[in-house]
């Protein structure tokens, strides 16, 4: 059975950090391309961030000089640094992993930012 289990969210003022973690299992880890999405209250999901299997990252342009995504294929752990978080980044975190036609899908975390 696969899992993707997000931690890491909460409250946290304007300026401030916050680090989401997402560990998998049922997966081969190294081999799927992982990514976190954000969806906000009234909004669409949106990619934030993606990492391949070869640590080849690519960021919203929202978020690019603020997050950092990274993966520890050891431990099966992927990784969001947010930093300098701004209000628009409230919004529930996603984890994702994706394998050519198989992906797969976190229960989300709350990110809250107050002004």
């Known amino acids: 059975q696969v899992q993707l289990v997000e931690s890491g969210g909460g409250l946290v003022q304007f300026g401030g950090s916050l680090r989401l973690s997402c560990v998998a299992s049922g997966i081969i880890f190294k081999s799927y391309v992982l990514a976190w999405y954000r969806q906000a209250p009234g909004k669409q999901r949106e990619l934030v961030g993606s990492i391949t299997s070869a640590g080849r990252t690519n960021y919203a342009d929202s978020v690019k000089g603020r997050f950092t995504i990274s993966r520890d294929n050891a431990k099966n752990i992927v990784a969001l640094q947010m930093n300098s978080l701004k209000p628009e980044d409230t919004a529930v975190y996603y984890c994702?992993?994706?394998?050519?036609?198989?992906?797969?899908w976190g229960q989300g975390t709350q990110v809250t930012v107050s002004s």
């Open positions: 994702n992993a994706k394998f050519t036609m198989n992906e797969h």
